[in-house]
């Protein structure tokens, strides 16, 4: 198999669920984009048992943020930081800053995970997982 037929097949394998095709313009240096992540991330907090709502306005104490997926009742959620959805300009560090006194406080649960973190679906699963395993330790998710 070319190296080109691997990729794609690895791409549409993920967790046994068929991902759409992506053209070679849609590709991206670390291989996926920013919907691609979204539908990563959505698929794991769910299956932690989250009721995700997608581009959620969060707006509390002066913050305000579009976050990629949030459940309002549990407090948590996710932000994927990507170059293609504009989020180096909306999400700046003052923004990241308040929600990081929140969530050091226990009142928030949020995954902020940046693009050029998360270089392969397997890192992104990786530590979506690792965060919502903590997010079960800390009691947040039963």
Known sequence: MAASETDRTSRQRLAGVRLPEMTEQESHPHGFTEA?????????????????????????????????????EARAGYEFITTEAGD??????????????????????????????????????????QFLKHLHRRGVLK
Do not use: C, Y
């Open 88 to 129: 180096r300009t909306t999400v700046t560090p003052a923004i990241i800053d308040a929600l990081e006194q929140k969530m050091d406080a226990g009142t928030l649960h949020i995954f902020l995970v940046d693009e050029f973190e998360a270089m392969t679906e397997e890192t992104l699963t990786f530590a979506a997982i």
């Open 36 to 72: 691609h992540g979204r539908f990563i991330l959505k698929r794991e907090f769910e299956t932690a048992g989250l009721r995700i709502t997608e581009d959620f306005a969060f707006s509390e104490d002066g913050i305000a943020i579009n976050l990629d997926g949030f459940d309002p």
